[in-house]
Structures are given as C-alpha cells and as structure tokens.
Nanobody, 125 residues
Framework: QVQLVESGGGLVQAGGSLRLSCVAS????????MGWFRQASGKEREFVAS????????KYADSVKGRLTISRDNAKNTVTLQMNSLKPEDTAVYYC??????????????????WGQGTQVTVSS
C-alpha cells in the first residue's frame, strides 16, 4: 500500500558517517512500524533496526548498536538511519521497509509488507 523511496547512500571512509532517509507516500505513515534491512553481496538480507509507530520504541541488531540510530518524523512521512563510526562490514544495499501489523518493533522480514528500492552504502578502508 505504502510506497517507499530511500536516499542518502554513497561512498564513505571507515569511521565516517552517513545519513539514510526514507520517504513514504500515502496518508497512513503513522500506522506502520518501520525498519531498515541490509544485504551485502553474496549474503542473505539481515535486520538492522526498527522503530515503533509512535517512535518511542526501537530495536537494533547487535552489530550496529551504539553506531546506528533509527528515527522517524510522522509529520513528514520520513524515517532515517543515522550511521556513525562506519566499518567496511557495513557495506551493503540498505532497504527501508514498512510493517502494518505491529505497534511495537519487529526484526522479522515477513512482517514488513512494503519495501523501498534500496540504496548502496560502501565503506572503504
């Protein structure tokens, strides 16, 4: 139902920062919990972070805790991923996704019914 468009990906040096944005179309953005996933070349898609409908609850993969921060602005239909202290292993295509089922947070890909096209993040050594 909701359409998602990511932006902000690019090339950054290790230790640097990057901010990813996801803009949703439609009038019911606040009805969706939101998440970020990533997929590195030759590997399975993995959970990165998610945020509740209200924005009060967040969940992170252990590998990104303390470095990546998810947030949302329901008035602007936007969810962001602030990425700090980036590592080469963060290199992947990052996907924004919407979850209509949970008022809390989920790390299950099957809970997310709408996906963006993805944006490439490359972290060099």
């Amino acid at each position: 139902q909701v359409q998602l468009v990511e932006s902000g990906g690019g090339l950054v040096q290790a230790g640097g920062s990057l901010r990813l944005s996801c803009v949703a179309s439609g009038r019911t953005f606040s009805s969706y919990a939101m998440g970020w996933f990533r997929q590195a070349s030759g590997k399975e898609r993995e959970f990165v972070a998610s945020i509740s409908r209200s924005g009060r609850v967040t969940k992170y993969a252990d590998s990104v805790k303390g470095r990546l921060t998810i947030s949302r602005d329901n008035a602007k239909n936007t969810v962001t991923l602030q990425m700090n202290s980036l590592k080469p292993e963060d290199t992947a295509v990052y996907y924004c996704a919407a979850d209509p089922y949970n008022s809390g947070v989920s790390s299950r890909p099957t809970d997310f019914t709408s996906w963006g096209q993805g944006t490439q993040v490359t972290v060099s050594s």
